[in-house]
């Protein structure tokens, strides 16, 4: 049959040593998933549980003591705290890939942003970040967002990034761009705390 798009089998994972010793903390024991490609899967959890612990481990930033995790792919990640670089908001969004126009207003679109770049005096080539102008979280985590949707990865982790936006913005984000990329076969992980979104999931850890 066909391979998971992200799973594992039987892995103990830990966080790195500091000073570069073989394995610091145990996060997660015994982990055994498989996440099958073009599936949406939520990941739930108290805080401090290892959700994003899990994350870091699939994108390869602990270390695994026993068993294996793997992903199939290319990745794209939305961390908690979006991440914003010094640069226009198109900068941000393309990263370094050629302008496709259509794929952009796309992309703006689903993660809605048009109206947030209707209002800024210089639209799409407004500076922000540190030295620019300061955007508010829920802007910040849909500019992230889009960054990762103009990607167009095969695997999406998501680490709980329609928190920091209001209820309605996250329900169309959850729809246009979340519910969106598994209709187009890509595989989701999402780390939420929004139960009302789990009865679209294909499955929940």
Known sequence: GDKAAVWA????????APGGGKSG?????????????????????ETGSGKSGLLAS???????????VGVEGTVAYVAQ?????????????????????ARYEETIRR??????????????ETEIGE??????GGQKQRVALARAYYADADVYLLDDCLSAVDAHVAAALFEDLVVHLRS???SVVLVTHNL????????VL
């Open 9 to 16: 089998e039987g892995a103990d994972v830990a966080w790195p």
């Open 25 to 45: 903390a145990p996060l997660l024991a015994g982990l055994d998933f498989a996440v099958p490609r073009g599936a949406l899967c939520a990941v739930l959890g």
């Open 58 to 68: 699939l994108l390869g930033e602990t270390t695994v003591t026993s068993g294996a």
């Open 81 to 101: 705290t979006a991440w914003i670089q010094n640069a226009s908001v198109k900068a941000n969004v393309l990263f370094g890939a050629p302008m496709d126009r």
């Open 111 to 124: 993660c809605s942003l048009a109206a947030d770049l209707a209002a800024l005096a210089d639209g799409d």
């Open 131 to 136: 030295k620019g102008l300061t955007l508010s």
């Open 184 to 186: 187009k076969g890509r």
């Open 196 to 203: 009302s979104t789990i009865r679209k999931c294909d499955a």
